[in-house]
């Protein structure tokens, strides 16, 4: 069992920066592959980023590449997501998740592919 529990949205201006955080609880944090999904009023949950076990390999939706940096700390048991330059349309609620994974390169896109999800934090960009 894993929990996960974000934090760091709150509101900012277009063209700010956030950094959220997902700490997770349980056993073999390192063994996980983790992600970070968005949610935006009426629409579908949709990826943003994910990362390997130990953050070798990442992937990242077209829409912030180049602007959000996922990165994770096993140390900690915590997976960040860095947001740059950001845009009105980034408003949403986001969520981290995570799925065990015995590759230690595995790196997952697919929403339904995680097991754990956390509680969601919003994020408002302003313009």
């Known amino acids: 069992q894993v929990q996960l529990v974000e934090s760091g949205g709150e509101l900012v201006q277009a063209g700010g920066s956030l950094r959220l955080s997902c700490a997770a609880s349980?056993?073999?944090?390192?063994?996980?592959?983790m992600g970070w999904f968005r949610q935006a009023p009426g629409k579908e949950r949709e990826f943003v980023a994910a990362t390997s076990w130990t953050g070798g390999s990442t992937l990242y939706a077209d829409s912030v590449k180049g602007r959000f940096t996922i990165s994770r700390d096993n140390s900690q048991n915590t997976v960040y997501l860095q947001m740059n330059s950001l845009k009105p349309e980034d408003t949403a609620v986001y969520y981290c998740?995570?799925?065990?994974?015995?590759?230690?390169?595995?790196?997952?896109?697919?929403?339904?592919?995680?097991?754990?999800w956390g509680q969601g934090t919003q994020v408002t960009v302003s313009s």
């Open positions: 349980g056993r073999a944090f390192s063994r996980y592959a």
């Open positions: 998740a995570a799925t065990y994974s015995s590759s230690y390169t595995r790196v997952e896109v697919r929403s339904t592919a995680y097991d754990y």
